[in-house]
């Protein structure tokens, strides 16, 4: 008989993992639940199907965007009255994704072996998000997957929303920047060098902005593959070590602190909180496990760990609130809203406020950044090149007028 690790609540409000020996997914569920517990996770020890192993291997492949219109025709088909497993069993198969239909087909043998379907998409490990697994287990407790799947599905697509407008207002300034370097980078390594040919035949005296541009550019030129071969194996370890959890916290705390910046990524982490824990709790999700699961929500793992740390607090009797001060992420009005909700009874609503306050504000504070980034960048740009020019028209005026005499 297969052993499964359990992590369920119970009604002291702890948290724990259990061991359970069952024939399948469900009856080690049914056990845990028999026994008072809230189970938040399944997980099978001992290996994963095949399907499981393939889907992991191709973990984070999965388009969001087919993820979203697979759940917005799941909510369709519920909505006209078909069961749930029905509905996936048609979605299933008028999936086009190769991968998103291998990770779906072993959701759905697992389904078929007695699993909930919470508990199916959390064995797929990270390729979906905790916060959508949480929130169908939420929907199946109450009896309402559709009205969960509709309100995950709002949550999603706002972020995905504020997401793109970040990266496409940082476009226009990130081109500019690459054409800069690589127009400054022709000047230095072939255009400088030649000229400085050209006045090593006149021997003339050059003035000293023209030494040092030349210094720089002859500097380059003679160890471009040394600085070249530096930046590439620099970049990969960096790369390398930005992509552990150790590298990736340290960046995100770094990217907090910077002025202007970190205002808007610390504006971003805490809208993407604020809204994801106001869904989970609107789908019936406990405070604790759903705080727990919204931490896991947000992007930054700096602001995310220090989330997390608030768990043990509330769980022991602590206001959310004063429990969320304590990090000294969260901005007064933040806290003094939840406050507020924690209060009235309505802390879905404050937070839901919450995020749709930071999600105008951060836009506002992007069109501010970007119309002062736009210019700065060009004014910089253009000293820089004008800098070079004026190294080279320099000696030039100076033998004309040395020919002139």
């Given at each position: 008989?297969?052993?499964?690790?359990?992590?369920?609540?119970?009604?002291?409000?702890?948290?724990?993992?259990?061991?359970?020996?069952?024939?399948?997914?469900?009856?080690?569920?049914?056990?845990?639940?028999?026994?008072?517990?809230?189970?938040?996770?399944?997980?099978?020890?001992?290996?994963?199907?095949?399907?499981?192993?393939?889907?992991?291997?191709?973990?984070?492949?999965?388009?969001?965007?087919?993820?979203?219109?697979?759940?917005?025709?799941?909510?369709?088909?519920?909505?006209?009255?078909?069961?749930?497993?029905?509905?996936?069993?048609?979605?299933?198969?008028?999936?086009?994704?190769?991968?998103?239909?291998?990770?779906?087909?072993?959701?759905?043998?697992?389904?078929?072996?007695?699993?909930?379907?919470?508990?199916?998409?959390?064995?797929?490990?990270d390729i979906f998000p905790r916060l959508y697994w949480t929130s169908l287990k939420a929907g199946e407790k109450s009896g309402e997957i559709e009205t969960v799947l509709r309100r995950y599905l709002k949550y999603q697509k706002t972020?995905?929303?504020?997401?793109?407008?970040?990266?496409?207002?940082?476009?226009?300034?990130?081109?500019?920047?690459?054409?800069?370097?690589?127009?400054?980078?022709?000047?230095?390594?072939?255009?400088?060098?030649?000229?400085?040919?050209?006045?090593?035949?006149?021997?003339?005296?050059?003035?000293?902005?023209?030494?040092?541009?030349?210094?720089?550019?002859?500097?380059?030129?003679?160890?471009?593959?040394?600085?070249?071969?530096?930046?590439?194996?620099?970049?990969?370890?960096?790369?390398?070590?930005?992509?552990?959890?150790?590298?990736?916290?340290?960046?995100?705390?770094?990217?907090?602190?910077?002025?202007?910046?970190?205002?808007?990524?610390?504006?971003?982490?805490?809208?993407?909180?604020?809204?994801?824990?106001?869904?989970?709790?609107?789908?019936?999700?406990?405070?604790?496990?759903?705080?727990?699961?919204?931490?896991?929500?947000?992007?930054?793992?700096?602001v995310s760990r220090r989330v997390r740390d608030v768990v043990g607090r509330v769980r022991e009797g602590g206001e959310l609130w004063r429990s969320l001060e304590a990090t000294g992420i969260f901005t007064?009005?933040?806290?003094?809203?939840?406050?507020?909700?924690?209060?009235?009874?309505?802390?879905?609503?404050?937070?839901?406020?919450?995020?749709?306050?930071?999600?105008?504000?951060?836009?506002?504070?992007?069109?501010?950044?970007?119309?002062?980034?736009?210019?700065?960048?060009?004014?910089?740009?253009?000293?820089?090149?004008?800098?070079?020019?004026?190294?080279?028209?320099?000696?030039?005026?100076?033998?004309?007028?040395?020919?002139?005499?």
């Amino acid at each position: 008989m297969p052993q499964f690790s359990i992590k369920a609540g119970w009604p002291d409000g702890s948290v724990a993992d259990e061991a359970v020996l069952a024939a399948d997914a469900g009856a080690a569920r049914t056990e845990i639940e028999r026994r008072g517990g809230h189970v938040f996770e399944v997980r099978r020890q001992g290996g994963l199907s095949l399907a499981s192993r393939t889907a992991r291997k191709s973990r984070g492949r999965v388009k969001m965007r087919d993820f979203l219109l697979f759940n917005q025709e799941m909510i369709a088909l519920l909505k006209a009255g078909l069961p749930v497993v029905h509905s996936f069993e048609i979605l299933l198969e008028r999936q086009e994704s190769p991968t998103l239909r291998r990770v779906l087909t072993d959701v759905r043998d697992r389904v078929n072996s007695g699993a909930s379907l919470s508990d199916a998409f959390a064995a797929q490990g990270d390729i979906f998000p905790r916060l959508y697994w949480t929130s169908l287990k939420a929907g199946e407790k109450s009896g309402e997957i559709e009205t969960v799947l509709r309100r995950y599905l709002k949550y999603q697509k706002t972020v995905m929303n504020l997401a793109r407008k970040v990266v496409s207002t940082l476009v226009y300034p990130a081109i500019l920047i690459v054409l800069s370097v690589v127009l400054i980078g022709i000047l230095m390594t072939f255009v400088i060098p030649r000229f400085s040919e050209f006045f090593g035949d006149f021997g003339a005296e050059l003035p000293l902005l023209t030494q040092i541009v030349i210094g720089i550019a002859t500097f380059l030129r003679r160890n471009v593959l040394f600085i070249g071969g530096g930046l590439v194996v620099g970049g990969f370890f960096l790369f390398r070590w930005l992509k552990s959890a150790t590298g990736r916290e340290t960046r995100d705390a770094v990217l907090i602190r910077i002025p202007v910046v970190g205002g808007i990524m610390r504006r971003f982490a805490i809208s993407q909180f604020t809204r994801s824990l106001a869904t989970l709790l609107g789908g019936g999700t406990p405070l604790v496990p759903a705080l727990e699961n919204s931490s896991d929500a947000i992007g930054n793992r700096f602001v995310s760990r220090r989330v997390r740390d608030v768990v043990g607090r509330v769980r022991e009797g602590g206001e959310l609130w004063r429990s969320l001060e304590a990090t000294g992420i969260f901005t007064n009005l933040t806290l003094e809203m939840i406050k507020v909700g924690e209060e009235s009874g309505a802390l879905e609503e404050m937070l839901s406020s919450v995020s749709d306050f930071y999600d105008e504000e951060i836009d506002m504070l992007l069109a501010r950044v970007i119309s002062f980034v736009e210019p700065a960048i060009l004014v910089g740009m253009g000293l820089i090149i004008m800098t070079i020019l004026l190294s080279v028209y320099l000696p030039i005026f100076r033998i004309m007028s040395q020919i002139k005499g």
